[in-house]
């Protein structure tokens, strides 16, 4: 049995924040805006594995009028929701995302991102599939005002 999620987050950029994106920072001069690290790509990957379980969103798990949440690290509610994943009888088939931002361009951290992510996700690294591309100046995240990631995830449930 499969079951199929779609996954969205958007942020932000500002000042004095950093960058993280799949749990990878990346040197820039603005950062994310959020109540937890604000990475995107964690946040949709973790989105689209809930919906797809029908447990709501990251909100309803991590709600941002929690302080214990505040800047928190999303690498670990990633292994917060893979353990719901587990606990569901459900492992990841693959993931495919896709961030939108303009500048910096991120092509060279794409590989660390996939290998963190896999690791977190106890997957192998050609499971996770990780694209960047730009909205060629348009919109907010074509002038640099913030950063979204899209996600779609297959899961496959375990022993049928």
Known sequence: MFKIGNGYDVHRLVEGRKLILGGVEIPHTKGVLGHSDGDVVLHSIMDAMLGALSLGDIGKHFPDTDSKYLNINSTILLKEVNS???KEGYKINNIDS???????????????MRKI???????????????????????FTGLEEGVKSYCVVLLEKINI
Do not use: R
Request: charged share 30%; net charge negative; aromatic share 2%.
């Open 117 to 139: 992510i896999s690791e977190i996700l106890e997957v192998t690294i050609n499971c996770v599939s990780i694209k960047a591309t730009t909205e060629e100046k348009l919109g």
């Open 98 to 112: 896709i961030i939108v931002l303009e500048k910096p361009k991120i092509a060279n951290y794409i590989e660390e």
């Open 84 to 86: 719901l994943l587990k």
